[in-house]
């Protein structure tokens, strides 16, 4: 199977400007005499970068139950309503011929938990999800979520060994942003490895993002920032609520905002928000609803 080891040239930037910041500090390390400052936690912009991911896997999670439905039909328009309540109240349109999936939202969608989303996800696709080799790049005219709005380019490349094998898709998301309503953004790129554990019951499914996966960018506070997936990430789709769903139930990723380095814990399986942070002897427990 084709693994996380075959990154593409965006993983080799992040890496890069990674190290970056190594070095930056390192410099900065030799020409002070001055003590550093004791750590403490950040968790409000750690808690961001946190919502900003959750954005971007819902945005992934929408998508590939749409692909599903358009799939099944000859094009045109197509009936969300029953297969994902986040879409219950947009058009869903399929140019088969042109490969082109469109989700409109309109001016403002709202969904049973309560989530406002406006503006279109666009997906350009190239054969079907579940087969080997497909791919589809996804992008958004004027998109919101409860107010935030989401922009890149996110381009998904199935490398599953075949049709057998568990879905393993390759996600490369380049010019990604978050602008909150306040004029703050956070832009990201990312290069990850997802896997869609199936089960008997789709209720029951589990999609895994695993370990190695990394994102980069600049948070809210312009700060630079870098986070690496440490073991692997893990939602359930029965967890889906207002936030929940949205926040991974398990895994560990390490965040470092600047100079510091962060792990964020998101439990052992709990359907909730709560994730613990944790830097140096410093630890915090966050609950992300509240955020």
Known sequence: ?????????????????????????????TTTDLEPE??????????????????????DDITANMMGVAESGLGGRVDGNGHDDRCKCAEVTHDKEAQIITIDFGEGCEDDNGI????????????????PGSSWVTTFEDFYVNDRHIEGIKTVTNISEDLFAEPTFHIVLEEGKVTWPDETFATRE???????????????????????SITAGIN?????????????LVFLRTCRGKQ???????????VTLGENVYTVDFGDGECDTI?????????????????
């Not at 693994?3 to 990674?18: D, E, G, P, Y």
């Not at 406002?116 to 087969?131: A, E, H, P, T, W």
């Not at 929940?244 to 398990?250: E, L, M, N, S």
């Open 220 to 232: 809210r506070e312009e700060v630079k920032y870098s986070c690496v997936v440490i073991e692997d």
């Open 190 to 212: 990312a290069d990850k490895v997802r896997v869609w554990k199936r089960a008997d019951n789709p209720l029951l499914d589990e999609v895994h993002i695993l370990a190695e």
């Open 116 to 131: 406002v989303r406006s503006g279109k996800i666009i997906i350009n696709y190239d054969g079907k999800r579940f087969l």
């Open 275 to 291: 994730v613990t942070i944790t830097t140096g002897d410093e630890s915090e427990t966050v609950d992300l609803s509240d955020r």
């Open 244 to 254: 929940k769903g949205r926040i991974p139930v398990a895994g560990v990723k390490e």
């Open 38 to 59: 004791p750590l403490t936690i950040d968790d409000a912009n750690v808690a961001a970068d946190l919502l900003a991911a959750a954005d971007f896997e819902e945005v």
């Open 1 to 29: 199977m084709k693994t996380i080891n075959s990154f593409s040239v965006i993983t080799q930037r992040l890496f890069f400007a990674v190290a970056v910041i190594g070095a930056a500090f390192a410099v900065s390390c």
